[in-house]
């Protein structure tokens, strides 16, 4: 197994920037999760890494290589796409063994190897099968096992996990992070799915119009996030965002209020946003807190978000689902400034932790 780096990749398709200086470094044995919306470059990049598409400009390195001049079938990654791309008329055990094979590697090792990758993902017993006879995740199993079979040195994984039902997905997922765990592979997994991305990443890469904004492991990019775009992409419902006036040596942000800390007096000589998560908002009792009203109760399982109005502003609360509210009540709703997160308005910038 070996790392991974992009080091200022640009790729255009026309007039479409589809990556605009692309840095990131995948270390050897973990799992690397790309996040972004859709359109930010994600899939290009892996394909760029696997030799299916070539960069305009800049550098992948593979165990340190330059691999800019290395065919594909020559770069030992494999690639996991999210439509398994298996071949109708193989059966399973061909499908799994068509890249040794391509390879040349000899009968008894590809067989070996066939087998060895059909049972760590469990699908030993449909090799006879073709693919049409397979459920969704069955395939997806299959696919993985084409890509095992070949002990490569980094496995790219594109949204393997998209076409599967709730259900399957969840199991599946979990069945890829031990197999990661087991085999202590190098795997760059993209998805625009966050929950995805904060289970399973030893580190997430958040993306944005073909950069990458942010890097950390997932507690970095839901605590300490590095902008806007960052705070308002982790976490579901999306971070509150509330423009910051300052007066009589306080903060004001929609109906909450704080006093200047030390660092906030420097920070606010420019214009402020004040991010606070619908999880970090929370109902406050007797004359506490800051008075909303409830606009609408959306009730999700075992959590409830609360739709609220106040001071022009609408704010998105996550409460216990037992928690008895109704639209049209007036709550009053307290948050500790710690749990609030200052950006610079323009650039979007964190304030956390700069003077
Ligand atoms: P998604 O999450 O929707 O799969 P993504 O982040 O993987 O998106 P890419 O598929 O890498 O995004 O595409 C990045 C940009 O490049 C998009 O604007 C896309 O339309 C464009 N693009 C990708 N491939 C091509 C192509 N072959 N020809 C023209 N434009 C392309």
Known sequence: MSGLAFEGVHKRYGGVVALAGFDLVVREGELLVLLGPSGCGKTTALRIAAGLESADEGRVLIGGND???????????????????????????????????????????????????????????????????????????????????????????????????????????????????????????VTHDQVEALTMGDRVAVMRDGRVEQVGTPEDVYRRPANRFVAGFIGSPAMNVLPVSVKAERLHA??????????DEA??????????????????SGSSGAAVTVSLVENAGPDAYLYVEADEQRLVVRVDSSTRVKAGDEIRLAVRRANTHLFDAETGESLEGTP
Not at 275 to 280: D, K, L, N, W, Y
């Open 254 to 263: 929609g109906p909450f209020s704080f006093s200047l800390r030390g660092p």
């Open 67 to 189: 691999v800019g001049r290395v065919a594909p079938a020559k770069r030992n990654v494999s690639m996991v796409f999210q439509s398994y791309a298996l071949f109708p008329h193989l059966t399973v055990e061909e499908n799994i063994g068509f890249g040794l094979r391509a390879r040349r590697a000899g009968r008894m090792e590809t067989a070996r190897r066939v087998r060895e990758a059909a049972a760590l993902v469990r699908c030993e017993d449909v090799l006879d099968r073709k693919p049409f006879q397979l459920s969704g995740g069955q395939r997806q199993r299959v696919a993985l096992a084409r890509a095992l079979a070949r002990h490569p040195d980094a496995f790219l994984l594109d949204e393997p996990l998209s076409n599967l039902d709730a259900r399957l997905r969840v199991e599946t997922r979990v069945e890829l992070e031990s197999l990661h765990r087991r085999l202590g592979a190098t795997m760059v997994y």
């Open 267 to 284: 920070n606010a000589k420019r214009p402020l946003d004040l991010g606070v998560r619908p999880e970090h908002l929370a109902m406050a």
